[in-house]
């Protein structure tokens, strides 16, 4: 079976568009629509069309430009490229054919002589310019390109200024909303600690409950509000690496653990080897470890069971945190690293969060030149394992 000629027609107008389509569709031709020169290009890349079509006036990326990126594809070289137009100013013909047109058929379209235009050129037409005629015009018209792609250029560079400043300014009124929350946080947090300890009078059953679920509320506030204050703090400063015992850093924050997995009725398993000393930033590894047990608690279910292990090596320290929770699926194993990414993305979701915690944690391996690697899959939990290596001391 014989495939029907392909005319490629790269036309904004969807009277021009039917028009054609239905002149040349009668005549045996198969035509495919382009609505601007981006989609025609990628259509040429695809298609392989016997004949362009071209309206010179379409927005954006023009018809004089279309022609000569399409000029430029390989396959391209020699399938006839014809500017359809209503421009008829002096010298569109012209800068058509130095453009890389092949022909100029002015609108409007003449419905009875139009297939046996487009028979012509398929056949071997060609219009050309005489060779002065068209180096002037050649010099003229890449002139003109420069002149059009230095002034994007100027945009985009532009438009790059005003995102770096509101990025700033975001990142500024981050930092500012972090610090001014935290200090009344901080405030409620500590009465509620001492409401809790009993220090400011006896409770009732009933409130002494309700104060337990505000401090548990409080507290997520306060993790939320250290991750984003961290976060904005993390990728302007300089990690200040120490040498440290990690079993100084893991204890409370292990004790921590503890005291939580109860109120959240999960079992909570530690394994933990001696260690050797390690050179880590003090404050990015407490981030680190903290960020990889507020994950696993968060999407476990009461019942659910948290692993935290941590295993010496010559060359590397291992953490690993395992939960049976309610596991993330393949295709976003990557996203989860994203700033701000939640995998349930709905105001409604059931583990709220801000998204900042496992992007900490990649962003203070990579600043440590550790890795990160993540066994997961719905409904079978999750295991994340990171590796800290230990750095070598250059001696003087």
Not at 1 to 29: C, F, H, K, T, W
Not at 36 to 42: E, R, T
Not at 356 to 369: D, F, K, M, Q, T
Request: net charge negative; proline share 6%.
């Amino acid at each position: 079976m014989n495939q029907l000629p392909q005319i490629l027609y790269i036309e904004d107008n969807p009277d021009n568009q039917r028009l054609v389509q239905r002149v040349l569709s009668a005549r045996g031709y198969q035509v495919v629509i382009a609505e601007d020169g981006p989609s025609g290009l990628a259509l040429a890349r695809t298609n392989h069309p016997t004949l362009v079509l071209v309206d010179l006036g379409i927005p954006g990326l023009d018809g004089y430009e279309t022609t000569t990126r399409l000029r430029s594809l390989a396959h391209m070289h020699n399938v006839p490229i014809i500017a359809l137009t209503a421009d008829a100013s002096p010298g569109s013909r012209e800068r058509a054919l130095v453009a890389g047109c092949d022909g100029y058929l002015s609108k409007p379209i003449d419905a009875r002589v139009l297939p046996a235009q487009i028979a012509e050129f398929i056949e071997g037409r060609r219009e050309r310019l005489p060779e002065v005629m068209e180096t002037e015009l050649l010099r003229s018209y890449n002139q003109k390109l420069v002149e059009r792609l230095e002034a994007r250029v100027r945009e985009l560079t532009l438009a790059n200024a005003q995102l770096q400043d509101l990025d700033r300014m975001k990142d500024q009124f981050l930092a500012t909303l972090s610090h001014e929350l935290r200090t009344p946080l901080t405030s409620l947090l500590g009465y509620l600690e001492l409401f809790d300890r009993g220090m400011l009078g006896p409770l009732t059953p009933q409130q002494e409950e309700a104060v337990r679920v505000m401090r548990r509320s409080s507290e997520v506030l306060a993790r939320q509000l250290n991750n984003l204050l961290y976060f904005q703090e993390v990728r302007s400063r300089s990690l200040n690496f120490v040498q440290l015992q990690p079993l100084d850093i893991l204890r409370p924050l292990i004790a921590a653990a503890r005291e939580r997995a109860t109120q959240a009725q999960l079992q909570f398993d530690v394994l933990i080897s001696e260690m050797q000393p390690i050179e880590v930033d003090r404050s990015a590894f407490e981030h680190l470890i903290r960020n990889l047990l507020d994950n696993a608690f968060q999407y476990t279910k009461p019942g659910g069971r948290v692993r935290f292990i941590a295993r010496d090596e010559p060359t590397r320290l291992i953490i690993r945190v395992e939960d049976t929770g309610i596991g993330i699926p393949a295709g976003e194993h990557e996203k989860i690293f994203l700033p701000f990414y939640q995998v349930d993305h709905s105001l409604a979701r059931e583990h709220p969060g801000s998204g900042l915690g496992l992007a900490i944690v990649r962003h203070i391996l990579e600043a440590h030149g550790g890795q990160i690697a993540l066994r997961s899959a719905p409904g079978e939990g999750s295991a994340f394992t990171v590796a800290i290596p230990r750095r070598q001391v250059v001696s003087e």
